[in-house]
Nanobody, 126 residues
Framework: VQLQASGGGLVQAGGSLRLSCAASGGAFSTYNIAWFRQAPGKEREAVSAINKNGGSTLYTDSVKGRFTISRDNTKNTVYLQMNNLKPEDTAVYYC????????????????????WGQGTLVTVSS
């Protein structure tokens, strides 16, 4: 499956963006999807995940209450609605597809995901 992330941009602190991850070439509804991000000079970190049918979601603590992940399997697309953005949210955001949804109560490690999008840059100014 091929993934295409989009929706990044420059926004002021407190603003909102919605990222999209569009899939093609595979059975989208059979994959769990996650968003990761990587800030300059930092390791890639998991942000949020959603299971195959959209009924379960996970978030890293720093985005809980501000970000919402959702999916529309009829459109082969996963969304990440990001509200109340902070400068520390600045990063390249990647979507990934894999067979696992949760490991030890959290988002699986990046190495467990089989397919990755190209990334979209989110810049939050203070």
């Amino acid at each position: 499956v091929q993934l295409q992330a989009s929706g990044g941009g420059l926004v002021q602190a407190g603003g909102s963006l919605r990222l999209s991850c569009a899939a093609s070439g595979g059975a989208f509804s059979t994959y769990n999807i996650a968003w990761f991000r990587q800030a300059p000079g930092k390791e890639r970190e998991a942000v949020s995940a959603i299971n195959k049918n959209g009924g379960s979601t996970l978030y890293t603590d720093s985005v809980k209450g501000r970000f919402t992940i959702s999916r529309d399997n009829t459109k082969n697309t996963v969304y990440l609605q990001m509200n109340n953005l902070k400068p520390e949210d600045t990063a390249v955001y990647y979507c990934a597809a894999g067979s696992l949804f949760m490991v030890l109560g959290g988002i699986p490690d990046a190495t467990t995901y089989q397919y990755w999008g190209q990334g979209t840059l989110v810049t939050v100014s203070s």
